[in-house]
Protein backbone atom coordinates (compact mmCIF):
# COMPACT_ATOMS: atom_id res chain seq x y z
CA UNK A 1 0.00 0.00 0.00
CA UNK A 2 1.40 3.23 -0.83
CA UNK A 3 -0.99 5.72 0.48
CA UNK A 4 0.02 8.04 3.45
CA UNK A 5 -0.32 6.77 6.93
CA UNK A 6 -2.06 7.87 10.08
CA UNK A 7 -1.53 6.44 13.14
CA UNK A 8 -3.94 7.41 15.56
CA UNK A 9 -3.69 7.46 19.51
CA UNK A 10 -6.33 6.22 22.02
CA UNK A 11 -6.70 8.41 25.50
CA UNK A 12 -7.87 6.40 28.58
CA UNK A 13 -11.01 5.01 27.67
CA UNK A 14 -12.20 3.30 24.20
CA UNK A 15 -8.57 1.74 22.45
CA UNK A 16 -7.66 0.80 19.00
CA UNK A 17 -10.24 1.38 16.34
CA UNK A 18 -12.73 1.44 19.09
CA UNK A 19 -11.72 5.05 20.09
CA UNK A 20 -12.51 6.45 16.42
CA UNK A 21 -14.99 5.09 14.73
CA UNK A 22 -15.33 8.86 12.76
CA UNK A 23 -12.71 7.98 11.93
CA UNK A 24 -12.36 4.10 10.21
CA UNK A 25 -13.78 5.54 6.76
CA UNK A 26 -9.87 6.87 6.49
CA UNK A 27 -9.25 3.50 5.90
CA UNK A 28 -10.05 3.60 2.11
CA UNK A 29 -7.68 6.38 0.92
CA UNK A 30 -4.89 6.12 3.86
CA UNK A 31 -3.02 3.61 5.43
CA UNK A 32 -4.54 4.11 8.48
CA UNK A 33 -3.28 2.72 12.28
CA UNK A 34 -5.65 2.45 15.05
CA UNK A 35 -3.01 2.05 18.19
CA UNK A 36 -3.37 -0.28 21.38
CA UNK A 37 -1.32 1.29 23.91
CA UNK A 38 0.64 -0.87 26.71
CA UNK A 39 -1.83 -2.44 29.26
CA UNK A 40 -4.99 -2.06 26.90
CA UNK A 41 -6.41 -5.07 26.07
CA UNK A 42 -9.55 -7.27 26.09
CA UNK A 43 -8.40 -9.39 28.42
CA UNK A 44 -5.40 -7.10 29.91
CA UNK A 45 -5.37 -6.57 33.70
CA UNK A 46 -5.41 -2.97 34.23
CA UNK A 47 -1.82 -1.87 34.56
CA UNK A 48 0.37 1.80 35.34
CA UNK A 49 0.95 4.49 32.56
CA UNK A 50 3.91 3.60 30.35
CA UNK A 51 4.26 6.90 28.53
CA UNK A 52 7.59 5.45 27.15
CA UNK A 53 6.59 2.28 25.99
CA UNK A 54 3.44 4.15 24.65
CA UNK A 55 5.93 6.00 22.71
CA UNK A 56 7.81 2.77 21.62
CA UNK A 57 4.58 2.13 20.07
CA UNK A 58 4.21 5.01 18.48
CA UNK A 59 7.24 4.89 17.28
CA UNK A 60 7.04 1.74 15.47
CA UNK A 61 3.75 2.30 14.20
CA UNK A 62 4.92 5.37 11.97
CA UNK A 63 7.13 3.12 10.18
CA UNK A 64 9.14 5.55 7.55
CA UNK A 65 6.96 8.33 8.80
CA UNK A 66 3.24 8.97 9.04
CA UNK A 67 0.33 11.70 10.15
CA UNK A 68 -0.09 11.37 13.94
CA UNK A 69 -3.48 12.10 15.90
CA UNK A 70 -3.73 11.72 19.32
CA UNK A 71 -6.30 11.64 22.51
CA UNK A 72 -6.32 12.63 25.56
CA UNK A 73 -3.46 11.12 27.75
CA UNK A 74 -2.28 9.27 24.05
CA UNK A 75 -1.10 12.90 23.57
CA UNK A 76 1.39 12.39 25.79
CA UNK A 77 3.40 9.38 23.83
CA UNK A 78 2.11 11.52 20.56
CA UNK A 79 4.20 14.64 21.63
CA UNK A 80 7.52 12.52 23.01
CA UNK A 81 7.28 11.02 19.71
CA UNK A 82 7.23 13.95 18.13
CA UNK A 83 10.01 15.68 20.16
CA UNK A 84 12.35 12.79 19.81
CA UNK A 85 11.74 12.06 16.31
CA UNK A 86 10.46 14.85 14.05
CA UNK A 87 11.77 13.40 11.08
CA UNK A 88 8.91 10.32 11.57
CA UNK A 89 5.91 12.81 12.11
CA UNK A 90 4.24 14.88 9.23
CA UNK A 91 1.59 16.51 10.65
CA UNK A 92 0.72 16.09 14.94
CA UNK A 93 -3.38 16.65 15.71
CA UNK A 94 -4.16 16.78 19.62
CA UNK A 95 -7.60 16.17 20.94
CA UNK A 96 -7.90 16.97 24.68
CA UNK A 97 -4.08 16.54 25.17
CA UNK A 98 -3.86 15.36 28.95
CA UNK A 99 -0.55 17.54 30.02
CA UNK A 100 -2.20 20.06 32.20
CA UNK A 101 1.49 21.01 33.16
CA UNK A 102 1.96 23.40 30.27
CA UNK A 103 -0.81 25.38 30.98
CA UNK A 104 -0.78 25.16 34.24
CA UNK A 105 -0.65 29.18 34.84
CA UNK A 106 -4.33 29.59 33.35
CA UNK A 107 -7.12 29.97 34.63
CA UNK A 108 -9.04 26.90 32.65
CA UNK A 109 -6.86 24.79 33.60
CA UNK A 110 -6.97 25.47 37.47
CA UNK A 111 -10.47 25.55 37.58
CA UNK A 112 -10.36 22.04 35.48
CA UNK A 113 -7.92 20.61 38.09
CA UNK A 114 -9.99 22.27 41.03
CA UNK A 115 -13.18 21.18 39.55
CA UNK A 116 -12.00 17.34 39.02
CA UNK A 117 -9.51 17.33 42.92
CA UNK A 118 -12.83 15.66 44.67
CA UNK A 119 -13.61 13.04 42.28
CA UNK A 120 -9.33 11.64 41.86
CA UNK A 121 -9.01 12.35 45.72
CA UNK A 122 -11.40 8.94 45.89
CA UNK A 123 -10.49 7.36 42.58
CA UNK A 124 -9.00 4.34 44.45
CA UNK A 125 -12.06 3.55 46.49
CA UNK A 126 -14.38 3.56 43.51
CA UNK A 127 -14.71 1.23 40.60
CA UNK A 128 -14.11 1.57 37.19
CA UNK A 129 -17.70 2.28 36.07
CA UNK A 130 -18.60 4.85 39.21
CA UNK A 131 -15.33 6.49 38.25
CA UNK A 132 -16.22 7.06 34.74
CA UNK A 133 -19.78 7.78 35.59
CA UNK A 134 -18.59 10.53 37.88
CA UNK A 135 -16.09 12.09 35.68
CA UNK A 136 -18.76 11.94 33.03
CA UNK A 137 -21.22 13.70 35.38
CA UNK A 138 -18.74 16.41 36.26
CA UNK A 139 -17.50 17.00 32.67
CA UNK A 140 -20.70 16.54 30.46
CA UNK A 141 -23.50 17.40 33.28
CA UNK A 142 -26.51 15.69 33.94
CA UNK A 143 -27.84 14.39 30.78
CA UNK A 144 -28.56 10.63 31.27
CA UNK A 145 -27.77 7.79 28.35
CA UNK A 146 -31.26 5.99 28.16
CA UNK A 147 -30.26 3.79 25.22
CA UNK A 148 -27.56 1.91 27.56
CA UNK A 149 -29.77 1.57 30.56
CA UNK A 150 -27.33 2.78 32.45
CA UNK A 151 -29.62 5.21 34.40
CA UNK A 152 -26.11 6.96 36.05
CA UNK A 153 -24.19 7.47 32.97
CA UNK A 154 -23.78 11.35 31.34
CA UNK A 155 -23.23 11.82 28.28
CA UNK A 156 -22.57 15.62 27.10
CA UNK A 157 -25.76 17.31 25.28
CA UNK A 158 -27.41 15.96 22.02
CA UNK A 159 -24.85 12.48 22.15
CA UNK A 160 -28.13 10.36 22.38
CA UNK A 161 -29.78 12.01 19.05
CA UNK A 162 -26.37 11.72 17.35
CA UNK A 163 -25.93 8.11 19.08
CA UNK A 164 -29.26 7.38 17.16
CA UNK A 165 -28.44 8.93 13.58
CA UNK A 166 -25.04 6.35 13.17
CA UNK A 167 -27.33 3.56 13.65
Known amino acids: MNAERIVFVHGAGRF ?18 FLRRHGYGPNTEP ?10 IV ?7 GHLVAHSQGAIAAMMTAVEHP ?7 LAEP ?3 SLTADLPATAAHKALLESLTARGEQL ?23 RTGAVLPPNAQERADAQR
Not at 59 to 65: E, I, N, P, T, V
Not at 87 to 93: A, C, P, T, W
Open 47 to 56: VPTDFVEDAR
Open 98 to 100: GCF
Open 16 to 33: GAAAWPAQHGLALNYDAL
Open 127 to 149: SDEEFAEEYSRLMFGEVRAKATG
Open 87 to 93: ELVYSLV
Open 59 to 65: RDALGDG
